[in-house]
């Protein structure tokens, strides 16, 4: 079964930069597009980032854009989202997940069976 | 605001049936599929329905998903307490070239 495991998270100052990792256990990691779910104090679910099986197709939320990196190595099993120029509106737990992601002439099928426990980002001086 | 749109809470009493409603454009629930997740605080989020009205394994048949038009409901029959949560639907938007979210719901079983 698959099983996801984030790691990185923590506290960081405003401007400044973090990597969070998840790694897989399961045996689909290489076969899937992966995402990035965050959730900020009291809000709901906003969808990050997500990157499919070889990272030729990457596609992020708007107030990331040219701030965060999703990256993945399939030998390792491990997603990846660099965040730099950080700033308090990005506190949040970032959860990673397994997107079940297919273009069909019937439209765009995506979503999320497997997540991670989360990974909590705080953005504090 | 969220792209999607859910009512902020819903409530009813155990073995009742409630519905959520999650509002989108043709951009994103009118010509892509919707999902549906349940998450409790300090937990991960639980996949309960995907392309508008399957279940996956493990998932009762209590829940059940529609979609039609621009709109899709998740409708919860025989309420218990333990699914006192919070609901969200989830979409592909096309035009964003991202995915978006409903804002979230949050069921009371009182």
């Known amino acids: 079964e698959v099983q996801l495991v984030e790691s990185g998270g923590g506290l960081v100052q405003p401007g400044g930069s973090l990597k969070l990792s998840c790694a897989d256990s399961?045996?689909?990691?290489?076969?899937?597009?992966m995402s990035w779910v965050r959730q900020a104090p009291g809000r709901g679910l906003e969808w990050v980032a997500t990157?499919?099986?070889?990272?030729?197709?990457?596609f992020y939320v708007e107030s990331v854009k040219g701030r965060f990196t999703i990256s993945r190595d399939n030998p390792k099993n491990s997603l990846y989202l660099q965040m730099s120029s950080l700033r308090a509106e990005d506190t949040a737990v970032y959860y990673c997940?397994?997107?079940?992601?297919?273009?069909?002439?019937?439209?765009?099928?995506?979503?999320?069976?497997?997540w991670g426990q989360g990974s909590l980002v705080t953005v504090s001086s | 605001q969220s792209v999607l749109t859910q009512p902020p809470s819903v409530s009813a009493a155990p073995g009742q049936k409630v519905t959520i409603s999650c509002s989108g454009s043709?951009?994103?629930?009118?010509?892509?599929?919707v999902s549906w997740y349940q998450h409790l605080p300090g937990t991960a989020p639980k996949l309960l329905i995907y392309?508008?009205?399957l279940r996956p394994s493990g998932i009762p048949d209590r829940f059940a998903g529609s979609k039609s038009g621009t709109s899709a409901t998740l409708g919860i029959t025989g309420l218990q307490s333990g699914d006192e949560a919070d609901y969200y639907c989830?979409?592909?938007?096309?035009?964003?070239?991202?995915?978006?979210f409903g804002g979230g719901t949050k069921l009371t079983v009182v």
């Open positions: 989830g979409a592909w938007d096309s035009s964003l070239s991202a995915g978006v």
């Open positions: 997940a397994r997107d079940r992601r297919l273009s069909t002439i019937f439209g765009v099928i995506m979503y999320f069976d497997y």
């Open positions: 399961g045996l689909s990691f290489s076969t899937s597009w």
């Open positions: 392309e508008n009205s």
């Open positions: 043709s951009s994103n629930i009118g010509n892509n599929y």
């Open positions: 990157i499919n099986q070889d990272g030729s197709e990457i």
